[in-house]
């Protein structure tokens, strides 16, 4: 477990903020319509997994959407860390 905690702790840094930079652009900063499409695009698996799920109830579905969006981004922040590390010739981070 000591081996994979850069990994691990990347892969959260990175869906924590790459969630965060979605919310500001969609709802805060209220981007151009281009920029909103591309991060609806960008979250499309978790939108469909959420929109056509027939087991949850309506009031869950922006719950299911969130920890899907963030497991999607834990996922790809994980891979990248494993490239970061394999690209710079470690095999444990320090």
């Not at 869906?15 to 695009?41: D, I, K, N």
Request: contains cysteine; aromatic residues 18%.
């Amino acid at each position: 477990m000591k081996k994979y905690r850069f990994h691990f702790i990347f892969a959260a840094c990175f869906a924590v903020g790459v969630m965060l930079l979605c919310w500001l652009l969609l709802f805060v900063l209220r981007a151009p319509e281009v920029v909103q499409s591309g991060v609806t695009y960008a979250n499309i698996v978790p939108v469909y997994l959420s929109a056509y799920s027939q087991i949850i109830s309506v009031s869950l579905r922006g719950w299911v959407l969130l920890l899907v969006a963030l497991f999607q981004w834990f996922a790809i922040g994980f891979v990248l860390s494993l490239l970061f590390t394999r690209f710079r010739g470690h095999d444990v981070a320090a």
